[in-house]
């Protein structure tokens, strides 16, 4: 796979478009280790000491990696397809099973981290995994580069954490510069969680 053309921007908009990553495995592996730190994080009731000893460590990884820091589109992170989130710890972990101009599915499952209380997941999650279905719908439909001008959410009922969700979106109608896209979370026999719709504008010369 080639170098990432983070230098090259779509002349339809200031936003770079980059092309894939295909990191060693030793990446994702670490990618997940750190999606269970942070299950563990948020979760864990230990001693003083063993909370010592984890700062430490962590501190130890991040003097490690530190040197390596990258400008955006240059590391594999937001860039790995293939990987859970695209690699990235922002996003929760869905992977991208369908991906044309009729539609983008993706499945994955809320982990502990995702926790809002009750034992389901934290209505603020299901924004960010609207937000960026919507951004792969604009992708796959071929339309130019844009940004995120309206999202609503229909919370139908609560999602569970550690069961396996699918989401998918598809262009409900074009006007112009705005793409109007609708979509829906369900569990994998359909039961409906949540439903939305968004607004994604195309920029115009020169706006970020």
């Known amino acids: 796979m080639s170098e990432p053309e983070s230098d090259k921007v779509d002349l339809r908009s200031e936003i770079p478009r980059f092309r894939p990553a295909t990191p060693p495995p030793s990446f994702g592996e670490l990618v997940e280790n750190l999606r269970r730190l942070q299950d563990l994080a948020v979760s864990v009731d230990a001693t003083d000491e063993v909370y010592a000893q ?16 990258a400008p955006e589109g240059k590391g594999p992170a937001n860039r790995s397809m293939a990987l859970p989130g695209r690699g990235s710890l922002l996003m929760p972990p869905f992977v991208v099973e369908k991906f044309d101009e009729e539609s983008v599915v993706a499945r994955g499952v809320l982990r502990r981290y995702h926790l809002g209380g009750g034992g389901v997941a ?32 229909n919370y139908r ?11 998918e979106g598809k262009v409900d109608r074009v006007d112009g510069r705005k793409t109007f896209i609708t979509a829906r979370l369900t569990e994998e026999d359909g039961t409906l969680l949540a439903d939305g719709e968004g607004l994604m504008v195309q920029l115009l010369p020169g706006q970020p």
């Open 54 to 69: 984890a700062r430490d460590r962590v501190a130890e990884l991040t003097e490690l990696l530190a040197p390596y820091a």
């Open 157 to 167: 009922k609560v999602t569970p954490l550690d069961v396996p969700l699918i989401i």
């Open 122 to 153: 934290h209505g603020g999650v299901l924004p960010l995994i609207f937000d960026d279905n919507f951004g792969n719908v604009v992708y796959a439909a071929k339309r130019p580069i844009s940004r995120t001008a309206y999202l609503h959410v």
